[in-house]
């Protein structure tokens, strides 16, 4: 049995398969939804913090979800982040611990728009590393249905047409008198598929 263990092992050597890496802290399954692997990563989304946008009235815009999200990286991920931060002559304070990062998005429901607000690298207790706020906007109409990214993404918007009354619950504002209504039929539209 051993010599079969030895020979997998190598095997992903050989080919450059990649069990993922083994982190001191694992995700809590019960804050954070798995929606997939890559050979580098695994994707989770957190779906306590998960909100809508509030206006400067503190009213609810459900147009636009508040996402925390977690991506874990494996060794060859990690290695590849440390590669380009010591190329580019950035700070390493911390980098032997790398584990993943914490991505923090704006998806406009109306116009299928993702925007990257902050991207913190993470070590493997959770704590921040470093912070950059990129700004970084993706249209998912113009994306591949077969894109990691959009695949993330669209599972997190399937989630929230499902979930919004929770959603709402988590958001801190009030709802706007107009979606009240629309908010009803709504849930009972949800409750009539969970029940199918």
């Known amino acids: 049995m051993q010599r079969y263990i030895v020979v997998a092992l190598m095997a992903f050597s050989v ?5 993922p890496a083994v982190y001191a802290k694992a995700v809590p399954e019960t804050i954070y939804k798995w929606v997939q692997s890559s050979p580098r990563a695994n994707y989770y989304f957190n779906m306590q913090q998960m909100c809508f946008a509030v206006d400067g009235k503190g009213m609810i815009d459900q147009n636009v979800l508040i996402v925390p ?14 590669a380009k931060r010591r190329w580019k ?4 304070d ?3 611990d790398l584990s993943g990062v914490a991505e923090y998005v704006h998806i406009d429901l109306a116009k299928n728009i993702v925007t990257l607000i902050e991207k913190d690298d993470l070590d493997s207790e959770w704590d921040t590393l470093s912070a950059t706020y990129p700004n970084q906007v993706s249209d998912l109409s113009k994306m591949s249905e077969k894109n990691l990214d959009h695949i993330f993404y669209k599972t997190i918007v399937d989630y929230a047409k499902l979930h919004k009354a929770e959603i709402l619950k988590q958001t801190k504002g009030l709802v706007k008198p ?13 409750k009539n598929q969970k029940n199918k």
């Open 178 to 190: 107009e979606d009240m209504q629309i908010n009803k039929n709504l849930d009972k539209k949800n």
């Open 89 to 92: 002559m950035m700070d390493m």
């Open 94 to 96: 911390g980098y032997d």
């Open 15 to 19: 080919f450059g398969l990649n069990f």
């Open 69 to 82: 999200t977690i991506k874990t990286y494996d060794d060859l991920q990690i290695q590849d982040v440390i």
